[in-house]
């Protein structure tokens, strides 16, 4: 890394006017050094940093580039609705439009409320079970990330107890503390709000056991309790109808956001039958909720999602990608594991306190073009194709190799 | 209203996807009938409805129009930035250059943050607030709006009373009930969040007094409490450095949004120097925070406000306006006042419980084709120029003769 890159002139220029250089969740710094905080272009499955280096994008602007970056259909028709107006006195048609995909798409949705941040969606959500409910509890996943308000954030910074007054925290996939929760709650639980899959950063991912999201469903059914899933980060990837719906099991909410309109600022909250009237009686708005250009890329991502089987494709190439990189581990002698779904890619190393391991793979690999993380998940989009993934598995050799080499094969 | 228009049916198919067929502030069902709830079109100060009747809008959606729908020089920062990249791994260098102009520009911004909502904006000032502080009482106004999370939403309902037990509660301008907040607060005042002036709906608008502006200011110095300008509503429409500059009072943290990027979706927090350890301590995001076109697009628009002295041009045809109504008030012998700042219009009947004279008023001038509001603040644009304040002040004429026929004159 030259100290007189684009790159670090930028930050340089941040740091007198942004606080700590940058914030939140795109924060760099807890990257190994290297790693980009600014970018220049992006296009397909492709990002280049001010420095002019072009990356083979796995993060995938942490989850809304689902189609490829400037995905020429979902721009088109937000330039058209751009053309005509974005933020009026008034939503446009696509509003109607989009809520109606939605409704005839997702299993559980009988209506839906659009918003702008995945906070937004939850923090909607929980809003909505209380005021149909009447009741506070909500139970939540410790360490599980639904957004970045004061009663959600992983920080509790400037944060008062207040804020978590009436979450009570259960273990993911561990069905006495989901009971222990639900008996803390008691008479007083409004909802019980879960990641569709367990995805917490430094941590491997996990899929929910059926035993554990029949009891979530089971528990909501027994005290007419709101089951609220997430699927900010899951949608559009893992399930078009929901990403419980293999499992047979829907939500009575689900929040939504970033794929969903193929990285345009948009949520939603989908939601049953039952809980309109309580959907209608908050008040919940925002500037830019209704704007119309969001809505359209939304009708478009949907529908190219659907007529192109993209999640199918995201299934195949993400397989693809565990098994070359399996392969690869296997014979440079090095033990990792590849967790949760294949489309939301997670390599984690055996043995790695510090990431020592992870951060090496991950700078050797952006030596050679491509982009994984360390500590997060993943994401595919439908532009990463066969030459991508090899592209990546061959990236993944020279890593793997170097890791091996540093730490033993 | 014809019951087989568009909106109409558009209202119909909303009723079956969406929640009370719409939500928030944008929800048409609190205005007289005649006025539409979708939009097909936006053009300079123009709106056009889904059956095609356009009209002279004076809401601007609410705030966000500030240079006029689509106006050419920012959509084509938009578009070129677009056809770079929007949502990436991490911000352009339109953020760095963003956060320059605000610093250059806001008389007290040594630093800013962005987000998308007003209502993340203020959030985040009040985490930053209590961070910085270690404590946790924020002082507020009663009625005031600042956003709709359950700690400020102007509705309780599916809200828990401990997402608002460190609020203590002042009426604007009223010295005496914000002194009693801020020893309510005691040893744990953490802010004083304030509105430059006071917009309320369903009230005349209220300039602060310089005693209470002094007063809010004087508070925050003798307790080390952070002094919170909300600018969400006023932010690049009073005064460019900020609006309490013109009474010699700097916030130590602004709250930013609406006009900020001329309708594309941002919002902003500046703050002080002594704030940016903590504001850089806290953890706030999104997952389209840091997208790169509603930043080029926000600085096209503050360019273009100090270029083209767009405030100046507020004030004057603002002025114009208010006078215009004021001497055809007086002809047809209607009593209505006229308030705050006259780059935001509020029109409001004398002896008008329910608002009736408010609503034929503004259904009468809606059927001239003017879009005026009953119990909101209205926006100016720059698009708003001598030709459309005779337009409106013409359909002002019609209006209150109307008013004068029902109500007396």
Redesign the interface.
């Known amino acids: 890394m030259l100290t007189n890159s684009v790159d670090q002139t930028?930050r340089r220029?941040?740091d007198?006017?942004?606080?700590?250089s940058?914030?939140?969740?795109?924060h760099?710094g807890k990257l190994p050094p290297g790693f980009?905080?600014?970018?220049?272009?992006?296009?397909g499955a492709r990002?280049w940093d001010?420095d002019g280096r072009c990356y083979l994008?796995f993060?995938c602007?942490?989850?809304?580039?689902l189609l490829g970056?400037?995905n020429a259909e979902v721009?088109e028709a937000a330039?058209r609705q751009?053309?005509?107006?974005?933020?009026?006195?008034?939503?446009?048609?696509a509003?109607?439009e989009l809520?109606?995909l939605?409704?005839e798409t997702v299993g559980h949705a009988?209506?839906?409320?659009f918003q702008?941040?995945?906070?937004?969606a939850t923090?909607t959500c929980?809003?909505?079970?209380?005021?149909a409910t009447g009741r506070?509890k909500v139970l939540i996943g410790r360490g599980a990330y639904h957004g970045?308000?004061?009663?959600c954030?992983?920080?509790v910074?400037?944060?008062?107890a207040?804020?978590r007054?009436?979450l009570c925290y259960f273990d993911y996939n561990d069905l006495g503390s989901l009971e222990a929760a639900a008996r803390e709650a008691g008479a007083d639980l409004a909802a019980i709000i879960v990641s569709p899959v367990r995805q917490e950063r430094e941590l491997d991912q996990e899929f929910p056991t059926p035993q554990f999201a029949n009891a979530v469903r089971a528990i909501c059914d027994r005290t007419d309790a709101v089951l609220i899933l997430d699927e900010?980060r899951t949608g559009l990837r893992l399930h078009l109808e929901g990403s419980w719906q293999p499992l047979g099991i829907e939500p009575d909410l689900a929040a939504w956001?970033?794929a969903l309109a193929n990285?345009?600022?948009l949520a939603a909250v989908t939601?049953k039958d039952h809980l309109?009237?309580?959907?209608?009686?908050?008040?919940?708005?925002?500037?830019?909720?209704?704007?119309?250009v969001?809505m359209a890329a939304g009708i478009a991502t949907i529908n190219i999602v659907k007529r192109e089987r993209v999640i199918e494709r995201l299934l195949d190439m993400g397989g693809r990608l565990r098994a070359g990189i399996a392969a690869l581990a296997e014979r440079h002698g090095v033990a990792l594991r590849q967790t949760g779904p294949v489309q939301m890619p997670s390599i984690r190393f055996d043995n790695d306190p510090g990431l020592r391991k992870g951060d090496l793979f991950c700078q050797a690999a952006l030596d050679k073009g491509v982009?994984f993380h360390p500590w997060h998940n993943m994401f595919l989009s439908a532009s990463h194709g066969l030459a991508e993934i090899e592209e990546a598995i061959a990236a993944a050799d020279v890593a793997l190799a170097a890791v091996a080499e540093r730490f033993g094969g």
Chains 1, 2 share one sequence.
């Open positions: 930028l220029r941040a007198r006017v942004v606080p700590g940058m914030w939140g969740h795109l760099a980009p905080q600014f970018y220049a272009r992006a296009e990002v001010v994008d993060m602007a942490w989850g809304p580039n970056y400037g721009d330039l751009q053309s005509l107006g974005d933020t009026m006195n008034g939503p446009s048609e509003m109607v809520a109606e939605l409704v009988d209506w839906a409320m702008k941040n995945g906070t937004d923090t929980v809003t909505i079970a209380r005021a506070r970045a308000a004061p009663w954030s992983p920080s910074v400037g944060v008062t207040e804020d007054t009436h900010v956001s970033k990285g345009y600022p939601g309109r009237a309580a959907a209608a009686g908050i008040f919940v708005t925002g500037s830019f909720w209704c704007s119309a969001p982009y």
